[in-house]
Nanobody, 126 residues
Framework: QVQLVESGGGLVQAGGSLRLSCAAS????????MGWFRQPPGKEREFVSA???????????DYADSVKGRCAISRDNTKKTVYLQMNSLKLEDTAVYYC????????????????WGQGNRVTVSS
């Protein structure tokens, strides 16, 4: 079994920054593609970012247009943790953020993920 636990959310002012963390259990973390999704109030869950394993000790980052240029995804395989650094936060970034893991490489579609965290709320205030 694989467990994912998010942390780092909370209340921040517009224009501020935060870093979300997702700690994973299991021995196969380095070969997982890891993604971040979010669900704003009253809206559907949407893709935010992912860092995908493509072999050859190489990872590739993907970002939704809504956060491109404002966030950076990274991972520490020793700590089995993936991070999402978010800067220049906007009111529309308010959402419950979920981390997820998959053995696949199609990372923008939620149904392709095998494991999910419990969610972590981010609230951006004006």
């Amino acid at each position: 079994q694989v467990q994912l636990v998010e942390s780092g959310g909370g209340l921040v002012q517009a224009g501020g920054s935060l870093r979300l963390s997702c700690a994973a259990s299991g021995r196969t973390f380095s070969t997982f593609s890891m993604g971040w999704f979010r669900q704003p109030p009253g809206k559907e869950r949407e893709f935010v970012s992912a860092i995908s394993w493509r072999g050859g000790h190489t990872y590739y980052a993907d970002y939704a247009d809504s956060v491109k240029g404002r966030c950076a995804i990274s991972r520490d395989n020793t700590k089995k943790t993936v991070y999402l650094q978010m800067n220049s936060l906007k009111l529309e970034d308010t959402a419950v953020y979920y981390c997820a893991g998959t053995y696949g490489t199609i990372v923008t579609y939620a149904d392709n993920y095998n494991y999910w965290g419990q969610g972590n709320r981010v609230t951006v205030s004006s």
